[in-house]
C-alpha cells in the first residue's frame, strides 16, 4: 500500500476494528454518528444539488460516482447510495468493512466497499465526483496530508466533503472532557484533542489538494430537542465543501 504511514494510524485502526457490528446499533458507542449523520447527508445533498441537477429531486446524487473515505460501518455510504449514488466507500479496517458490507447485502444496496486507504486508490489513478471524508480527519497521522490526498481524488469540477473537530479549548470541553468522559456519548479515548483541525488548517489542505473552499457550517448539538443542528458556531464541530478546481500543490 503506498504512502500508507501518512494516512493510517495503528492505534486508531484498532479501536475501530473493536466495534464490529456496534456500528449499527443506535444506541451503542457510534450513537453520536447515528444522530449527527442526517444532518450531514442533508448538507451534503443540498450542495450537490447546488452544483449538478439530476433529473430525479429524490435521489439528487443520480449518476455521480461518489467516494466515501473512512466509511466505518458504512451509514454515510448507505445514506448517500439511497440517493442514487454510485459510491465506493473505503476504510482500513477490515472489521468495519466486513460490517458496512453485510449490513448493505441485508439493505439491498449496492456498494463497493473496499478495505484500503485512500492512498491505494490515489496510485490507480481513481477520480470520483464527490469525495466526502466525514468524522476521520481527526484520526490519521498526518490530516493536512490525508486531505490534500482525498482532495486530488476529486474529479475536476468534483465536490470534496469534509467533517471534523475544531481545535479550540471549547471542543477540549465538550468533545473530549464532555462527550467521553462526563456524558459517555463515545469511549474514552476515542479522539486526541491535538489531532483536531482548524478550519484554517483544513481549508490550507483543501487547497493542497487542488480544491477551494465554497461552503462551511458549524454542527451543535441542542439537548432540548436531542438533535444536532448546523449553526455558525464552528468552535467544535464544523462542515467544510471544497470545489475541485486547480491542480495539486503536493506541498
Known amino acids: 500500500m503506498p504512502r500508507q504511514a ?3 494510524d495503528e492505534a486508531e485502526l484498532s479501536r475501530f476494528e473493536a466495534i464490529g457490528s456496534d456500528w449499527w446499533d443506535p444506541r451503542g458507542p457510534m450513537r453520536p454518528l447515528h444522530q449527527i449523520n442526517p444532518l450531514r447527508v442533508n ?3 443540498r450542495r450537490v444539488g447546488d452544483r449538478f441537477s439530476a433529473p430525479d429531486p429524490r435521489h439528487p446524487l443520480t449518476g455521480a460516482r461518489v467516494l466515501d473515505i473512512g466509511c466505518g460501518g458504512g451509514l454515510l455510504a448507505e445514506s448517500l447510495a439511497r440517493l442514487g449514488a454510485s459510491v465506493t466507500a473505503i476504510d482500513p ?15 439491498g444496496l449496492s456498494i463497493d466497499y473496499r478495505a484500503v486507504p485512500a492512498e491505494t486508490l490515489a496510485a490507480d489513478g481513481e477520480a470520483f465526483d464527490v469525495v466526502c471524508a466525514m468524522e476521520v480527519i481527526e484520526h490519521v497521522i498526518d490530516p493536512h496530508a490525508f486531505m490534500a490526498l482525498a482532495c486530488s ?3 475536476p469540477g468534483g465536490l470534496i466533503f469534509a467533517a471534523t ?10 468533545a473530549i472532557l464532555g462527550a467521553e468522559y462526563i456524558l459517555g456519548w463515545v469511549p474514552k479515548g476515542t479522539h486526541q484533542w491535538e489531532k483536531f483541525v482548524t478550519p ?7 487547497e493542497d489538494g487542488g480544491a477551494r473552499v465554497v461552503d462551511r457550517a458549524g454542527v451543535v448539538y441542542a439537548p432540548v430537542f436531542d438533535v444536532w443542528r448546523e449553526s455558525p458556531d464552528m468552535g467544535v464541530n464544523y462542515m467544510m465543501a471544497g470545489l475541485r478546481d486547480t491542480p495539486p500543490t503536493g506541498r
Open 6 to 8: 501518512q494516512s493510517i
Open 43 to 45: 448538507w451534503i445533498r
Open 93 to 107: 479496517s477490515r472489521g468495519a468493512v466486513e460490517t458496512a458490507r453485510a449490513h448493505a447485502e441485508t439493505s
Open 153 to 155: 481524488l476529486a474529479k
Open 165 to 174: 473537530l475544531n481545535r479550540t479549548l471549547k471542543s477540549f470541553g465538550l
Open 200 to 206: 484554517d488548517e483544513l481549508e490550507q489542505a483543501m
